[in-house]
């Protein structure tokens, strides 16, 4: 079956605009979970979605938001992008979470802020 | 918060060798998730431990998980060239995960 999508893949934003970025899940993946990965800062928790409900938010700053479709597709956006904003965006699916699932994710978005 | 620290961060190994990467929690955690990235890539996850003290083997890769269920770590026996990767603990408690800054892994042939 399909894998984890997300687009675009890379993208070049200039400071002060904001990006959104998609995510589709696997098939039946109800809980949808965004990190932020920078060589100096590893793998950040952004937010995870079930359900199309917000169940937990990182230590990201208000700029950073999600939502999560009724087919679970998710979308994150970032708004006045700053410089540090660049990373690569990790999208991870899984059955629920909360019952410990393992974590599938994407090929990533990489966003290069200027 | 919680927090997950990993050590090392880089380990350099000549092939052969043996390479081990340590995981340690804040808190108590409910289960511990290990991932490898192989450079250009995304994680993939590789297993998941859940009870306390619990080893568990997947061929050449020892995984353990601390009694206390606050640490945990993944010992790979002579490494090969296809081990080159980084290294993630995952440590979860209720819905979150909370990862480890990784190990990262060169092997020189």
């Known amino acids: 079956k399909a894998g984890v999508t997300q687009t675009p893949r890379y993208l070049i934003k200039t400071r002060g605009q904001q990006v959104t970025l998609s995510c589709s899940p696997i098939?039946?993946?109800?809980?949808v979970s965004w990190y932020q990965q920078t060589p100096g800062q590893g793998l950040q928790f952004l937010f995870e979605?079930?359900?199309?409900?917000?169940?937990n938010k990182g230590n990201f700053p208000g700029r950073f938001s999600g939502r999560q479709f009724s087919n679970s597709r998710s979308e994150m956006n970032v708004s006045t992008l700053e410089l540090g904003d660049s990373a690569l965006y990790l999208c991870?699916?899984?059955?629920?979470?909360?019952?410990?699932?393992?974590?599938?994710f994407g090929e990533g978005s990489r966003l290069t802020v200027l | 918060g919680q927090q997950v620290m990993q050590i090392p961060q880089y380990q350099h190994v000549q092939e052969g060798e043996d390479f081990t990467t340590y995981c340690n929690s804040s808190t108590t955690l409910s289960n511990i998730q290990w991932y490898k990235q192989r450079p250009g890539g995304h994680p993939v996850f590789l297993i998941q431990?859940?009870?306390?003290?619990e080893v568990k083997k997947q061929k050449r890769l020892t995984f353990q998980f601390g009694e206390a269920k606050k640490n945990s770590s993944l010992h790979i026996t002579a490494t090969q060239t296809t081990d080159v990767g980084t290294y993630f603990c995952?440590?979860?408690?209720?819905?979150?995960?909370?990862f480890g800054g990784g190990t990262r892994l060169m092997v020189k042939p």
């Open positions: 995952g440590g979860g408690a209720g819905n979150m995960l909370t």
């Open positions: 979605y079930f359900s199309e409900t917000q169940r």
């Open positions: 098939s039946g993946h109800r809980s």
């Open positions: 991870a699916s899984s059955l629920d979470r909360s019952i410990t699932g393992e974590l599938f």
């Open positions: 431990l859940v009870k306390s003290g």
